[in-house]
């Protein structure tokens, strides 16, 4: 039976799935001062970085069309999916949804599925792969989506950036309240609710304090740690993520720790130094 896994840009896939047809990443559009930049496999992240830095206004995000979903959809598979970022965070989501009908009107044949991955960054990631190993198990399309909800269910998503602005000026924080100055060094630790908006767990003056106090979130937040896969994903920090990988492996097992550099959405938010963890 084949299949396809479509993931739009904000999710990181690894290097060894970027020339597999099994998967397909849908890009968004970054808007820095009038500049569009493509999230595709052009996005250079130094010179997005170094363009923000540079930019006294807040960059934008623009999600995929209906009809570029379509186009994704369209490959022959039998069985489609595609995770897409937090419907309470993006459009996406509801992009994928109508280019789904929209495809399913001319294929009925094909069996489509959306998953909302009320995460963002590498939390698409390990749903991807997730839904890649229910196909290989030779799940039925069926099992797998129930399989795959039921994992996303179970997922937890925290990070700790350098600043917040972003998401502030773009308005992804919603209701969250009490953050504080930046000129006193605090370091909100952030995470996400079950219906995929963002939240503050707690806060530590300092980022490595801050990353300590998001290990003892993880800790306290993952049950069955032996049998999941964890994901850290940074912008321009790999030695914070290793060190990141190092703090977490002396308190708990996993089944394996994955880290991947952010793409530009991610980069977007996550701003130069910031980290996300997946589990």
Same mark, same amino acid.
Request: overall charge negative; aromatic content about 6%.
């Given at each position: ?12 896939? &690894?290097?060894?799935? %970027?020339?597999? /047809?099994?998967?397909?990443?849908? &890009? ?30 807040? &960059? ?10 379509? %186009? ?33 009107? /001319? ?34 399309? /069926?099992?797998?989506?129930?399989? =795959?909800?039921?994992?996303? /269910? ?49 806060? !530590? ?7 300590? %106090? ?43 720790? *994955? ?8 980069? *977007?938010? !996550? ?5 996300? =963890?997946?589990?």
């Amino acid at each position: 039976m084949s299949y396809k896994i479509v993931v739009d840009s904000c999710g990181e896939i &690894p290097q060894e799935y %970027k020339q597999d /047809e099994r998967f397909e990443s849908v &890009p968004l559009i970054l808007t820095v001062e009038g500049e569009d930049i493509v999230d595709d496999e052009t996005f250079d992240q130094a010179s997005f970085l170094k363009k923000v830095a540079d930019s006294p206004n807040c &960059p934008k995000s623009s999600c995929p069309s209906p009809e570029r979903y379509m %186009k994704a959809y369209d490959t022959g598979a039998e069985h489609v999916y595609a995770v897409t970022l937090s419907a309470e965070l993006s459009g996406s989501y509801n992009s994928a949804l109508l280019g789904r009908d929209l495809f399913l009107e /001319e294929h009925p044949e094909v069996k489509v599925h959306v998953f909302n991955s009320r995460s963002a960054s590498i939390g698409e990631t390990l749903i991807a792969l997730k839904t890649m190993e229910c196909e290989e198990a030779g799940l039925s399309f /069926e099992d797998t989506v129930a399989t =795959v909800e039921k994992y996303i /269910e179970s997922q937890n998503t925290f990070f700790v950036l350098e600043n917040l602005e972003t998401l502030r000026k773009n308005g992804r924080l919603g209701k969250v309240k009490g953050l504080v100055a930046t000129a006193l060094k605090i370091k909100p630790v952030m995470g996400a609710t079950e219906e995929g908006n963002i939240c503050q767990l707690g806060q !530590a003056r300092g980022m490595n304090k801050a990353l300590v %106090k998001m290990v003892d979130f993880i800790i306290q937040k993952t049950a069955d740690s032996e049998s999941r896969v964890l994901a850290i994903s940074h912008c321009n920090c790999r030695e914070r993520a290793e060190m990141l990988k190092e703090a977490i492996q002396e308190r708990i097992k996993v089944r394996d720790i *994955m880290i991947l550099d952010t793409r530009g959405v991610s980069s *977007m938010y !996550a701003n130069d130094g910031g980290i996300i =963890v997946v589990v």
